[in-house]
Nanobody
Framework: QVQLVESGGGLGQAGGSLRLSCAAS????????MGWFRQAPGKERQFVAAINWSGGRTSYADSVKGRFTISRDNVKNTVYLQMSSLKPEDTAVYYCAAARTLYVPGPRQNEYTDWGQGTQVTVSS
């Protein structure tokens, strides 16, 4: 089991950038694939991005491809989501999640075993 704590959310402007961080506890962080999800008001939680254990492979939702970058630092036990060219529709609570796989986790939420509490991102137009 790994405990996850997100940070870095807040208010951003359309066209601007924000970086989210997710700090993980435990010594086994590098054995987990990691993902980011988001949930906008009144909508279901949706997949944003995922990364494999080493950081060498990633996947993205079409809605964020080319604008968001997921990365990780296994020394710092942290996964990041760099968000650029922000849009008002990126407004949501962002969650990081851990999956017990060395590969890139998929977009299905049931692949992930541990979740953070979420951090709010609000993008103004």
């Amino acid at each position: 089991q790994v405990q996850l704590v997100e940070s870095g959310g807040g208010l951003g402007q359309a066209g601007g950038s924000l970086r989210l961080s997710c700090a993980a506890s435990g010594r086994t962080f590098s054995t987990y694939g990691m993902g980011w999800f988001r949930q906008a008001p009144g909508k279901e939680r949706q997949f944003v991005a995922a990364i494999n254990w080493s950081g060498g492979r990633t996947s993205y939702a079409d809605s964020v491809k080319g604008r968001f970058t997921i990365s990780r630092d296994n020394v710092k036990n942290t996964v990041y989501l760099q968000m650029s060219s922000l849009k008002p529709e990126d407004t949501a609570v962002y969650y990081c999640a851990a999956a017990r796989t060395l590969y890139v986790p998929g977009p299905r939420q049931n692949e992930y075993t541990d979740w953070g509490q979420g951090t709010q991102v609000t993008v103004s137009s």
